[in-house]
C-alpha cells in the first residue's frame, strides 16, 4: 500500500509524463515512470544504469536490464519527437533544443527529477 506522499509523487510523475507527451501506450512510459521515482528516491542508482537503475526496474516488471533501457530510450526519443514542445520548453528551458541533440536516459531522468525536487522545496 502506498503512503500519501509517495501516490501524490506517482500521481505528479504520471500527469508529468502525459504532459510532456509520452505515449501511455508503450512499456518505456511505465519503465521511465518508475526510474524517476526510483531516482527520486535513491539517486545512487545513477551511478551504474546497467547494473543499478535498469536492474532494479527490470526485476520489478520481470524483464532484463537491456529491455528496460532500450525501451526508456524509446520513450524518451517519442516524448521529444511527439511531444508538447511548449511544454517540454516550460519544464527544462535551454537545456533541450534540436541543436543539442537528444538527451540520454541519464540526463532526462535527472532533468525530470530535478523539476520535481524544485517543485517540492
Do not use: W
Not at 502506498?2 to 508503450?26: Q, S
Not at 512499456?27 to 531516482?39: C, Q, T
Not at 537503475?53 to 520489478?60: P, S
Request: proline share 3%.
Amino acid at each position: 500500500m502506498m503512503d500519501t506522499l509517495t501516490k501524490e509523487l506517482y500521481e505528479e510523475v504520471t500527469n508529468l509524463l502525459h504532459d510532456m507527451g509520452t505515449p501511455a501506450h508503450i512499456k518505456g512510459h511505465y519503465y521511465l515512470r518508475s526510474a524517476i521515482l526510483e531516482v527520486y528516491d535513491h539517486p545512487e542508482l545513477l551511478k551504474n544504469m546497467m547494473n543499478g537503475l535498469y536492474a532494479t526496474i527490470a526485476e520489478a516488471y520481470d524483464t532484463t536490464p537491456s529491455c528496460v533501457e532500450r525501451s526508456i530510450r524509446n520513450a524518451v526519443e517519442a516524448t521529444l519527437d511527439r511531444g508538447d514542445v511548449d511544454f517540454l520548453y516550460s519544464v527544462f528551458r535551454n537545456t533541450i533544443s534540436k541543436n543539442k541533440g537528444k538527451p540520454t536516459n541519464r540526463e532526462f531522468i535527472m532533468m525530470v527529477v530535478d523539476v520535481l525536487r524544485v517543485r517540492h522545496m
